[in-house]
């Protein structure tokens, strides 16, 4: 199984709702963003994927994010900003992004601090169906 990163930084702000303390309050993070591709096959140019292609993706994602209230982001907005929650966010627009590349899984990790992340992780379906 081969496996690409590409990762990229944003800044954000959010303030979580329920029992979490200070964090109920607005504050801010420097979040790190990794999406992870995995894939059996490598294509005829010997890449998983175009890296370009990838990190295209993974900015268009940032750009929305950096320096912004999480809370007021569309598909953000109706739901708890945890770091799993933003995770799921970024990765169903990542994976939207390289529909039909030949990838077998997207991993997305949001890191909220340099010891503390949230993942989420599903199959993609490619564009055979597979």
Not at 17 to 24: D, I, R
Not at 42 to 65: E, F, I, K, N, Y
Not at 101 to 123: D, F, H, K
Request: aromatic share 8%; hydrophobic share 40%; net charge negative.
């Amino acid at each position: 199984m081969y496996e690409v990163c590409v990762s990229a930084q944003f800044e954000a702000a959010h303030q979580l709702e329920g029992n979490f303390g200070p964090a109920t309050r607005m504050h801010g993070h420097t979040y790190r963003l990794e999406a992870i591709v995995t894939g059996e096959r490598l294509q005829p140019d010997g890449t998983l994927v175009d890296m370009s292609q990838l990190q295209a993706a993974v900015q268009m994602v940032v750009a929305d994010l950096h320096y912004r209230d999480l809370g007021t982001v569309e598909g953000l907005r109706d739901i708890n900003t945890t770091a799993e929650h933003v995770a799921y966010y970024c990765w169903r627009r990542i994976a939207a992004a390289l529909s039909g590349a030949g990838l077998r899984t997207l991993t997305v990790r949001i890191w909220e601090n340099p010891q503390v992340y949230a993942a989420y992780s599903e199959t993609l379906v490619s564009s055979d169906g597979t």
